[in-house]
């Protein structure tokens, strides 16, 4: 019978690679915590009576797993073993707290884990916080933190950070500050900051969803010039002093939001890629309700649908962008235009089934023009719809009232079309003003 010279020669590194595997399985150790004094809740032989002495017998891998009690730490916990996790045995966040007054974890390590705690710094510092040789993968799971600073405060470069089922309190700053990763997760997480709820300078794309974020000071959410990527925010209710949404570099995706700014915009994007929102509610903004500005790609195209907006200013503001959809939306600005489309915001938007209200100024004033107008109510106190439009435009099916001006302004150029059918008009100047076109048809107009 041949012999397998393949496997006979590989077997030796085989050999050590399974017999590293095995030590290194066998380094992997549990240590457990317990201040209660009788058996611990592991049923180990063997415990520490506090998490610095375990944090200083541990191993790379190790898992720190502590009973249920309060643990009054001397000082700062300095976590300098990679991969370890450091948990409450239970669970249930609320059975363990650790407390110091000072901040109360200093991750130096590569990819550490926190899980199932409450942590209490008494003084004004961070809950977590990280420091040299802080690298890697981190996750945060299942913690309450309360703090006189920014919960968890994260300064050194990292690879992806994962943010669930957290309870954050800062009292002074920041629930959330990233200076630099690849990506983060957060998810099912309350934030009430006194400043930023989530503050990320630089990543990529970063996904957050399922989450209730309040700022009493600042923004809720802040993705700064150099967090780039096509960010993706699902499922969030935020409650803001200043901007609710700030994503300097773009979105990707704004779904299910529930928002509202007491002292500036809604949402705020500058808007390098395109955008799919949908299900979006601002409720209050003392600025513009959505605001799109700085867009690098003039072809982009935005996607809207269903979406509720209601703002001191402009409601939809757009500054810079390819062609628009916009299928379902209600609009209303107290001093400003329901929809604003400024020079720069070029393409045949198609905008449909829309209700519009502007007692102080325009429904939509589209600077560059527009495509289609199809299924709304608009009322406004100066023009219905303003388009000195580079498009072609049609506007069928619809109401539009105002108090001082035209229904409906169109400066077509002569190379351009309109049509105008099965719209009920009444206007405080001309029902409609055309300048110029190539052809305008206008049917079943009253």
Known sequence: MRKDKSLKKSSPFLFVLMLFSFFSVARAATLVVDNSGGSNCEQTSSSYSTIHDAVDASSDGDTISICPGTYNEISTLQIKKDNLIIQGYSGNRDD????VADTVFKIKATNVTFKNLTIQPTISKYGITDDEGAKGSH?????AISSGDTAIYLQKKAKNLTFNNLNLNSTVKDGIYVKQCTQANVSNTTINAALIGIDIEK????IIKDSNITSTGDKGINLNWNANGAHELTNLIINSKDIGIYAKRGVGILNNITLSSSNGDGIWVGNKYPITA???????????????????????????????LTSTREALYVAKSGKLTIDGMN???????????????????????????APSD???????????LTDFNITAKKYGVYAPSYENTSIQRGFITTTSDNAIHIDSGDDKTLLVEDVVISAGNYGIQIKRSSSATINRVC
């Open 96 to 99: 363990v707290t650790v407390s």
């Open 139 to 143: 996750t945060f799971e299942n913690l």
């Open 203 to 206: 990543s990529g794309k970063n």
């Open 278 to 308: 949908k299900h979006i509610n601002v409720s209050q903004a003392a600025g513009k309700a959505f605001n799109i500005k700085n867009n690098d790609n003039a072809y982009n195209i935005d996607k809207f649908s269903d979406i509720n």
């Open 331 to 357: 609009a209303t600005s107290t001093n400003g235009d329901a929809i604003s489309l400024a020079l720069d915001a070029k393409g045949a938007h198609e905008i449909s089934n829309v209700t519009l209200n």
């Open 362 to 372: 325009s429904g939509i004033y589209a600077k560059h023009g527009l495509g289609s």
